[in-house]
């Protein structure tokens, strides 16, 4: 059969894309449908309606004569190339690296600018530093925003500029010379490094992070630190005013206002407080601490003083230590003066060699060589006082040795102190009593060549009373006595006692028969069997025969035995001992004796 061509135009149904969506049909199942004024084609599918149809992807040419691909367009093999001049990309935003994990992974992605037989120019993304690296200059109008680095090379600023009143384009150093207004911001950079500023004006706040070195005298709110005029190395001054007149003076400290304001030449002073040492000019080795201590002093040396005007007016005076508020306060030339208290001595003009410890310590005394122990003030009549040494409780003058040696003991600033030792002559006068320890006395010198001397010291006195007792047998069994007193006196280690007693009726022999006198006040020290003591025994009704009737039948006492307290009774001239049958009835006698302890 034959084959017939046949020639048939067909025309899809049009419409604009407005219309489409106002009319809104649903196509046939592959009715074409196609928008006159954008040239996109939906192909139906019998039941969607044409809003919800989505457009074909097709390639066609618009009315210029442009090929237009409709949809996306998605290209899957190694190498894309696009021989056009120009591309022209609608979208805001191109992707590189799609599909990445990282940036590491990104690391080379950019923009490759082909320069053929040259070094192509660069936009890489270095994945490592997360940052973009052109290997081509950038030239921009501006740039916003921190830049770091540093630039190889420049020429010169496009538009000088003025600094501090000269102009900088950079292709050149300059000269600045400061002025007001050298740096006009509130800060100074920490960028600036090696300046050599002479002058920041006035700052609100400075903070360092290490050492601040001053080549000179620094002034900190009217306070003067550093080395004081003249620059001596050795001085150290913290002050307004502080060693503000040295010339050669070296190893000095001067710390508070005017502290060793006049010095020149002084060295190795100590100057602490308010004008201390303020008119010391060539003075060394001065110790003053406290608010205008040692004010006046010129050229004193070795002084201490210490408090509030302590030493304020001396001017040449040496060697003298003040310690307390006012000490010394008036004293101008003298010497070695040694005060420590409030106001120790403040009236004593001149003196020297003084010593005075306590609150007010000889405040009105004045001279030299005197020594005061407690807070006794003087007179003022001690103005000229000299020699003289003072120890008071409280304010009250206990004891004082005037020039001439002489010691009052007691309320000694009156006429009558309890105690008066005299230098000249050495007598002793005693206003009360003498009491002794038992291990002293008074010790005698040794006049008495005649004999041999054993002590010369009285170490003992007592009076008193004793009751003594009439023993029988072996001194152990006492007779019964109406009554019976005694009295002693003892000097050293010699006792004298004299008594009486009565016996109570007829006494009984003891075993053995003996009679002892007993109950003596001290033991007896020595025993010698012929050591006898004659008994005064003036007795009555004695029995007969014995007592005051004949020498040969008198009675008497022997020392028998040591270290006891009682004596036996012997008779006659064959030192018999004294029975019972020998003291009568109701016997009443009495006696003196002496023996030593």
């Known amino acids: 059969m034959t084959a017939t061509n046949v020639r048939v135009q067909m025309q899809q149904r049009r419409d604009t894309a407005a219309g489409w969506t106002s009319a809104g049909p649903t196509l046939l199942s592959g009715e074409i449908g196609y928008e006159t004024d954008t ?21 066609y040419a618009d009315s210029s004569g442009d090929v237009v691909i409709s949809g996306d367009l998605q290209v899957d093999g190694t190498t894309t190339t696009i021989n056009s001049t120009t591309l022209d990309v609608a979208d805001k935003d191109i992707t590189v690296s799609k599909g990445s994990n990282s940036q590491l992974a990104s690391n080379g992605a950019g923009l490759i600018v082909d320069c053929g037989s040259e070094t192509d120019a660069t936009l890489l993304y270095d994945g490592s530093n997360n940052e973009w690296d052109f290997n081509a200059i950038v030239t921009a109008p501006s740039f916003s925003g921190n830049i770091s680095g540093n630039a190889t090379s420049a020429t010169a600023l496009e538009t000088a500029r003025n600094i501090n009143g000269t102009a900088f384009d950079g292709s050149g150093d300059i000269t600045v010379t400061a002025a007001a207004g050298t740096l006009t911001g509130a800060t100074l950079n920490s960028g600036v490094t090696a300046s050599s500023l002479t002058s920041v004006g006035t700052l609100t706040g ?30 150290t001054v913290v002050g307004k005013d502080a060693l503000n007149a040295n010339t050669t003076g070296a190893s000095n400290v001067a710390i508070g206002q005017d502290a060793l304001g006049a010095n020149t030449e002084g060295a190795q002073n100590t100057a602490s407080g308010y004008q201390a040492l303020c008119l010391n000019e060539t003075g060394d080795d001065n110790t003053a601490s406290g608010t205008q201590a040692l004010y006046t ?24 230590t003040a310690i307390g508020t006012m000490a010394l306060d008036t004293n101008t030339t003298g010497a070695n003066n040694t005060v420590v208290g409030y106001q120790a001595l403040q009236a004593n003009d001149d003196g020297s060699y003084n010593t005075a410890i306590g609150q007010a310590a000889g405040y009105y005394i004045g001279g030299s060589n005197n020594t005061i122990l407690g807070a006794y003030s003087g007179v003022s009549g001690d103005s000229t006082l000299s020699d003289t040494v003072i120890i008071s409780a409280g304010t009250t003058e206990r004891l004082r040795i005037d020039s001439a040696g ?27 009593k003498i009491t002794l320890s038992n291990s002293s006395g008074i010790q005698f010198g040794s006049t008495d ?27 152990t069994t006492a007779a019964a006595l109406d009554w019976s007193y005694g009295e002693y006196t003892k000097i050293g280690n010699l006792v004298n006692i004299k008594g009486s007693l009565g016996v109570s009726g007829t006494v009984s022999a003891g075993s053995p028969d003996e009679v002892w006198l007993g109950q003596l006040p001290f033991t007896i020290n020595q025993y010698n069997a012929n050591n006898f003591v004659l008994v005064q025994i003036s007795g009555y009704t ?46 009443r006698f009495t006696f003196v004796l002496q023996y030593r302890n």
Do not use: C, H
Not at 206 to 235: C, E, P, Q, Y
């Open 39 to 59: 040239g996109k084609i939906k192909l139906g599918d019998g039941s969607t309606a044409w809003a919800s149809l989505g457009y074909l992807s097709y390639v």
């Open 206 to 235: 400075l903070t360092t992070s290490g050492a601040a070195t001053f080549t000179v005298d620094a002034t900190i709110n009217g306070l003067t630190v550093g080395l004081g005029l003249a620059g001596v190395a050795s001085n």
């Open 297 to 320: 002093s010129t050229t004193g040396t070795r002084n201490v003083a210490f408090g509030y005007q302590a030493l304020y007016a001396s001017t040449t005076g040496s060697y003298n």
């Open 406 to 432: 002489a010691v009052k003991i007691g309320d000694s600033s009156t006429a009558s102190p309890k105690i008066t030792l005299t230098g000249s002559t050495g007598d002793a006068n005693f206003a009360g």
């Open 449 to 475: 060549s005649g004999g041999d001397i054993t002590s010369q010291t009285l170490d003992d006195y007592e009076e008193g009373s004793f009751t003594p007792a009439l023993y029988l047998g072996s001194g």
């Open 542 to 587: 004695w029995a007969s025969g014995y007592g005051d009737s004949g020498s040969d039948t008198r009675l008497f006492i022997q020392n028998y035995g040591a270290n006891v307290n009682k004596m036996r009774i012997y008779y006659g001239s064959g030192k018999a001992v004294a029975t019972a049958a020998m003291i009568g009835t109701a016997q």
